[in-house]
Every structure is written in C-alpha cells, then in structure tokens.
T-cell receptor, first 113, second 116 residues
Framework: DAKTTQPNSMESNEEEPVHLPCNHSTISGTDYIHWYRQLPSQGPEYVIH???SNVNNRMASLAIAEDRKSSTLILHRATLRDAAVYYCILRAVRGTSYGKLTFGQGTILTVHP | ETGVTQSPTHLIKTRGQQVTLRCSSQSGHNTVSWYQQALGQGPQFIFQYYREEENGRGNFPPRFSGLQFPNYSSELNVNALELDDSALYLC???????????????FGPGTRLTVL
C-alpha cells in the first residue's frame, strides 16, 4: 500500500478554519484519497474522499494537489466536536480484490474554546 | 436505519482463553471488515467477509478467525489469547467488496478486550 505522512498533532481555535495536510508522494494513478476521523471512545467515521478534483460535502472539503502527491482536509469552522484523530488513507483499486483501509498514526486535532 | 452495533462493549479474559466478538452490520450492507486497534495506534486490518466468505486477510495469525452469517452479521473468534491481543476490536460494514475504491466503511463503537 502507498504510504501517507501526516503531522502528529495540530491545534485550532473554535470557529476558525483548520487545514490538515497529508503527503502521499508514492500514490498511484488509481488510488483514491480517503479521510476518516475517530472521536474519543468511538469507532472511525468517514469524512470525505476524492480522486483528482477538489471535493466538498457537509462535513469538510478536500483539496488535492495537481500532482496528487499531497492533499489537505479543510474544516471550515472548527467546533469542539471536531476534536479527533484524523486519518488520511489511500484506497488502492488496481491489484486488490477487497477494500481494506490501511490506517497510519493520524493527526490528533485539538480544538480550543 | 440502524448503524453498526458490536457486543459486548468490554470483555476481560485470561491468557490462553478463547473469545468471540459479535457485530451486526448496517442494514443493507453485505460486507464486514474487522480491525484491531492497540492503544495509541491506528486500526489494523484483520480480515474482510463478503457474502459469507473471507475475501481478504491482513497480517494476523490463524488463531484469528471469523464468520459471516446469511443476515450479514459477523463474529470474530480469537483462540489462545495472548497479552498482546488486548486492544479495541472494531467492526465495519460496507456495501460491495471494495473493488471500486469509493465505498465507505461504517464502523461500530468497538469491543474493548483486556487479556490478563
């Protein structure tokens, strides 16, 4: 599986935007970029995914670099409920027959009131 | 729509014992995946079941086994428990076996297993 690199931790203030970076320099052309987050004492939760174009949904936006070697998850207005571990995951399509998620260490996001 | 549920919530076992963890998938989902999450680490993929058959496995020994039933619920069995098996065990359900790269996995809250 292609590897992702994320900062160990980031901090933000409530109601400010948060940009969570992810590097994936070995990404292949068919790998999808997925983001999940894990709130304290809960299972991971899907946030967003994309392939080449930037994506928006009700939770967040995903900005993908033109060369696809990096991406940024954007929380437009952080709330205290957004405090979680955020995982950037590459989903391989070619050469796989099943859909496992390969989690790294993730980024611990702390939101200050 | 009912989400993914897991039972029990917590479990304490001793080394050498066997344990069975249970998962009910989200309504309409035919695929279940199991993950092990050690304290402070990201979840690690154990295996995946699609329509009652194992169709993918991570780097876990054979003493980790599973089942998926016709209603798509699932069990994870671990034999000969070791201290390092202490972890949060997560179940995730999805629709389709995951070949598209776009499917979303929905996780349960997990079962916390402690091996003494």
């Amino acid at each position: 599986d292609a590897k992702t690199t994320q900062p160990n931790s980031m901090e933000s203030n409530e109601e400010e935007p948060v940009h969570l970076p992810c590097n994936h320099s070995t990404i292949s052309g068919t790998d999808y970029i997925h983001w999940y987050r894990q709130l304290p004492s809960q299972g991971p939760e899907y946030v967003i995914h994309g392939l080449t174009s930037n994506v928006n949904n009700r939770m967040a936006s995903l900005a993908i670099a033109e060369d696809r070697k990096s991406s940024t998850l954007i929380l437009h207005r952080a709330t205290l409920r957004d405090a979680a571990v955020y995982y950037c995951i590459l989903r391989a399509v070619r050469g796989t027959s099943y859909g496992k998620l390969t989690f790294g260490q993730g980024t611990i996001l702390t939101v200050h009131p | 729509e009912t989400g993914v549920t897991q039972s029990p919530t917590h479990l304490i076992k001793t080394r050498g014992q066997q344990v069975t963890l249970r998962c009910s998938s989200q309504s309409g989902h035919n695929t279940v995946s199991w993950y092990q999450q050690a304290l402070g680490q990201g979840p690690q993929f154990i295996f995946q079941y699609y329509r009652e058959e194992e169709n993918g496995r991570g780097n876990f020994p054979p003493r980790f086994s599973g089942l998926q039933f016709p209603n798509y619920s699932s069990e994870l069995n671990v034999n000969a428990l070791e201290l390092d098996d202490s972890a949060l065990y997560l179940c995730a359900s999805s629709l389709g076996r995951g070949r598209s790269g776009t499917d979303t996995q929905y996780f349960g809250p997990g079962t916390r297993l402690t091996v003494l």
